[in-house]
């Protein structure tokens, strides 16, 4: 397969999962205010006491990933439902991906590796703190960890460009 076909099959790749990932924090979201405002609302997700995305995201560590409330404050504009710095992160993808420029692809790799270490947080907080299982939360680490090899595939692929036309320019 050629470079070009490569680098759409990334691109479209880095959308559709992008895509997902909004609709999943979307949806995150819509439970998180639906169980805040109605202590007897049931979303789709829960399926039992331990398995349970309205649990997890009705938690301290639901906003601001449980830290920014001793940062910024509980009742602080930045202590947002996580799933509001997802779909930013993820919008933040598809603007990165739809470019070549150098910077723009090195920020997609570097947000992308931040959202796998948020990820990898939230998932000890999920199963050791928590004790629960939240197929949401689960499916947004999976489509993070997707779009993280995406990026880094287009890096590769920018920086083999790269050397190749330096060793051109150097015949």
């Not at 449980?66 to 940062?71: D, E, K, R, S, T």
């Not at 920020?107 to 050791?128: E, P």
């Not at 197929?135 to 960890?145: H, L, P």
């Amino acid at each position: 397969m050629s470079a070009r076909g490569k680098s759409r099959i990334l691109l479209f790749s880095t959308y559709l999962l992008s895509f997902v990932g909004i609709v999943l924090s979307l949806y995150a979201y819509y439970v998180e205010t639906s169980a805040e405002k109605d202590k007897s609302f049931k979303a789709m997700c829960d399926f039992s006491e331990s398995v349970s995305c309205s649990k997890v995201f009705t938690s301290r560590y639901g906003r601001g990933f449980g830290l920014l409330q001793y940062i910024v404050g509980h009742e602080s504009p930045l202590n947002q439902p996580n799933s509001v710095f997802g779909v930013m992160f993820y919008l933040i993808q598809i603007v990165c991906a739809s470019s070549v420029l150098p910077l723009l692809t090195n920020i997609q790799v570097v947000t992308g590796v931040m959202a796998n270490f948020g990820s990898v947080y939230l998932a000890y907080i999920l199963y050791f703190i928590l004790d629960d299982f939240c197929v949401v939360c689960v499916s947004t680490y999976i489509v993070n960890a997707f779009i993280l090899w995406c990026a880094v595939m287009k890096w590769k692929a920018y920086s083999s460009t790269q050397k190749s036309k330096k060793k051109s320019k150097q015949s």
